[in-house]
């Protein structure tokens, strides 16, 4: 037994009556008599429904987009790896054709050398400016 007890609160009457309002009901009916009637039993239908179709979207969450998320990862990892692979196949940049289309210039750009985009790449951009 403590030393000191801590003082009880005023609201102790309404606290204890609003924790017994949320406490479960452990599936037994919460109402009786004339409260026990269709409309308040087709709510508690729909409390239930509602807590197993939370629960089946819960576990489809986990167990099927989380698996789909990292199978899509790990395709698109390998997917990328191919993808510079072929890029070693290629011949160099400087010996690339390069079509009237490609990196047509009215004026230079403000920033950099006013020859490169925004987006350039150095890797896999390359302009020749002699022509």
Known sequence: MPLRQKPQAPLAPFRSTFQRR???NDGQPLLTGAADNAFNRERRAVKNHAAATSDLWRRLSIYVAVPCLIVASINAWNLWNEHWNHWDHMPPLEERTEYPYQNIR?????WGDGDKTLFWNDKVNYHRKDE
């Open 106 to 110: 009215t004026k230079n750009y403000f």
């Open 22 to 24: 949320l406490a479960s």
